[in-house]
């Protein structure tokens, strides 16, 4: 099976502009071999598909079989689900949560609301 492997890794060097932790979320490129590697000895060809901007054309050339998201998106309240959105779009299956759900959870405002209108105590 072809597995895509989404991810959004730390840069090298922070941007001046940004705060020590912008990137603290993203993992290491250790982080991201780790599981290419677990998932390779499983015997599935492993397809790298760093998240951002261009992975739309990455996803149309190399055609998983199914994603491993872990990205974490870039930018906006909705930046998790970015590449499940991409995903459910071009009707390739994906492992995690769907958009909605990465959405809702992320905003914990509108999280707790959404608990509270069913009579959970929040």
Partial sequence: MRIG????????????????????????????????????????????????????????AVRPDLVFNIAEGEGGRCREA???????MLRIPYVGSDPLTLCVTLDKPVAKRLVAAEGFPT
């Fill in 5 to 60: 492997l989404a991810y959004n890794v730390r840069p090298a060097e922070l941007p001046a502009h940004l705060p020590e932790d912008a990137f603290e979320e993203f993992d290491s490129e250790a982080t991201v071999g780790h599981i290419r590697d677990g998932l390779a000895s499983l015997g599935h060809e492993v397809v790298l598909l760093p998240a951002g901007p261009g992975v739309i054309d990455r996803l149309r």
């Fill in 82 to 88: 970015h590449l499940p959105a991409l995903l459910e």
